[in-house]
């Protein structure tokens, strides 16, 4: 059974940083491309980062500079550090794992930036 779940969403003031995680269990997590992607209220889903299994990064422009997304291959885990955060980037973050027309997603984790 394939899971993917996220971590480390909260309340956070603007300017302030979180580091999201996602774990998963029952894939080659090695094989996979890995992203994370948003969806605020009222607005499509989107791509904020993505590292390939070559660890290839790559970042939506709204976030270049202030997200990094990471991987850690032994634990399974992908993460997003996210810094200088600001009221636009409230939403709820999801992961996904993809690998040739396989793709799993997780169940998201709210993240919330407002003083």
């Known amino acids: 059974q394939v899971q993917l779940v996220e971590s480390g969403g909260g309340l956070v003031q603007p300017g302030g940083s979180l580091r999201l995680s996602c774990t998963t269990s029952?894939?080659?997590?090695?094989?996979?491309?890995m992203k994370w992607y948003r969806q605020a209220p009222g607005k499509q889903r989107e791509l904020v980062a993505g590292?390939?299994?070559?660890?290839?990064?790559n970042y939506a422009d709204s976030v270049k500079g202030r997200f990094t997304i990471s991987r850690d291959n032994a634990e399974n885990t992908v993460y997003l550090q996210m810094s200088s955060l600001k009221p636009e980037d409230t939403a709820v973050y999801f992961c996904?794992?993809?690998?040739?027309?396989?793709?799993?997603w997780g169940l998201g984790t709210q993240v919330t930036v407002s003083s």
């Open positions: 590292i390939t299994s070559g660890e290839t990064t």
């Open positions: 996904s794992a993809t690998l040739a027309l396989k793709a799993y």
């Open positions: 029952g894939i080659f997590f090695t094989a996979y491309d």
